[in-house]
Every structure is written in structure tokens, then in C-alpha cells.
């Protein structure tokens, strides 16, 4: 298997401009995860779906932040509109289903917002 | 909620020499724990997981890591360094194994001297 597929791997975009950050999990994985990663704060988990089910978003820092998972092969997370505090790498990982299971992570997207 | 600590931000081990990284989380039962590691510019690797069982787990890479209930502890370990050990380690908690989202620890950077 591929593994977790991540794209672009970076990004660099300009202050209140949109980004699209995608992600395809491990073909045959129920759950999908988004991190995000900071000097400051290190990891922090965004947003996770079971069987393309958003379950805890509660990470997510606000409104500008969305994400979806439209079929089992392929989730975005959406930044409108973006700003310089935004700068970070965005994990995704994936797992099978139930407890006990690994997360697999991708190689990230390394986001810069001036 | 769950919480993990790492306390040592930075740890110089010389090669050859033996290492152990600290771990400390806070949980109300017995969290499923995790070790990942991360090398510049990549994304995380996992090193090993707890879940039940002996409280020895070994890993890859020759690391070996052991649950402690009483310390509230999962500290890493390894015999002997190589200068490729040189990464960032990560301990993690979860409550549901990976079917929920990870709680990351801040991280220690290990330096090798050669």
C-alpha cells in the first residue's frame, strides 16, 4: 500500500486567500484524522471521521476551518480565509476501525501564509 | 481530558550510550499508549503501542518502552544509540485506541554526539 497520501506537500499562499489541503487514507481504513503542528503548540488533533462521519471537531480553531469527507478514499480541509497564524505542517493519519489500531500519518502539508 | 508531559525538551546522548525518554500522561483509566518518532521534514513514525498486557512492549528500531500505572509513566528506552536515532519523539495517549484522536506530548529532541 501507498500509505497516506497527502497533497501539495507544501503550500504557499497569501493572507485571505482560500487553501485546500487532501488527504487519501490507507484503502481499507474507517477513520481519518487531521493534526496540525506548531512550534508553539506541537501536535494538536483538529478534526477525526469514522466511516466518513465527522465524530469530534472540536479542535478545529474556527469558523475558517472546515473539513470534509465526501467518500472512504478522500477528505479535505478548507482554510477561508487564511491567515499568517495559519502557518503550520497538517498531518493526516489514518486507522481501521475499532480500538486498538494504529494511526498511520502522512507526510504532511507544510503551509505558509504570508 | 487526557494530557501527556514530556519533560525533557532536548537530550545530548553520546553514540553507543544508553537512552530513556520520559513520558508522564494523565487519564482516568488505563489510556492506550503510543511512542512516534519524527525525522526532519517527515512525517511520524510509530515505535510502539500499549494497550494491555505485559507492561514491556518492545518496537522497531530497538526500542523498548514500559508501563508504569503507578508513575502514571511510559518512558522509552533504548541499549545503544545510533546517529541515525537523531529525531524528534513523541508519546501519545488515546482513550479509544486509535479510533479516537491522539493526545501528543510536546516532544524531545534526541541529539547524537558522535
Known amino acids: 500500500d501507498a500509505g497516506v497520501i497527502q497533497s501539495p506537500r507544501h503550500e504557499v499562499t497569501e493572507m485571505g486567500q482560500e487553501v485546500t489541503l487532501r488527504c487519501k487514507p490507507i484503502?481499507?481504513?474507517?477513520?481519518l484524522f487531521w493534526y496540525r503542528q506548531t512550534m508553539m503548540r506541537g501536535l494538536e488533533l483538529l478534526i477525526y471521521?469514522?466511516?466518513?462521519?465527522?465524530?469530534?471537531d472540536s479542535g478545529m480553531p474556527e469558523d475558517r476551518f472546515s473539513a470534509k469527507m465526501p467518500n472512504a478514499s478522500f477528505s479535505t480541509l478548507k482554510i477561508q480565509p487564511s491567515e499568517p497564524r495559519d502557518s503550520a505542517v497538517y498531518f493526516c493519519?489514518?486507522?481501521?476501525?475499532?480500538?486498538?489500531?494504529?494511526?498511520?500519518f502522512g507526510p504532511g502539508t507544510r503551509l505558509l501564509v504570508l | 481530558a487526557q494530557s501527556v508531559t514530556q519533560p525533557d525538551i532536548h537530550i545530548t546522548v553520546s553514540e553507543g550510550a544508553s537512552l530513556e525518554l520520559r513520558c508522564n500522561y494523565s487519564?482516568?483509566?488505563?489510556?492506550?499508549l503510543f511512542w512516534y518518532v519524527q525525522s526532519p521534514g517527515q512525517g511520524l513514525q510509530l515505535l510502539l503501542k500499549?494497550?494491555?498486557?505485559?507492561?514491556l512492549v518492545q518496537g522497531i528500531k530497538g526500542f523498548e518502552a514500559e508501563f508504569k500505572r503507578s508513575q502514571s509513566s511510559f518512558n522509552l528506552r533504548k541499549p545503544s544509540v545510533h546517529w541515525s536515532d537523531a529525531a524528534e519523539y513523541f508519546c501519545?495517549?488515546?482513550?479509544?485506541?486509535?479510533?479516537?484522536?491522539?493526545?501528543f506530548g510536546k516532544g524531545t529532541h534526541l541529539i547524537i554526539q558522535p
Open positions: 493519519a489514518s486507522s481501521a476501525e475499532a480500538g486498538q489500531e494504529t494511526q498511520y
Open positions: 484503502s481499507g481504513h474507517n477513520s
Open positions: 471521521f469514522n466511516n466518513n462521519v465527522p465524530i469530534d
Open positions: 487519564y482516568g483509566a488505563t489510556p492506550y
Open positions: 500499549y494497550f494491555s498486557g505485559d507492561t
Open positions: 501519545a495517549v488515546a482513550p479509544g485506541g486509535g479510533a479516537d484522536g491522539l493526545t
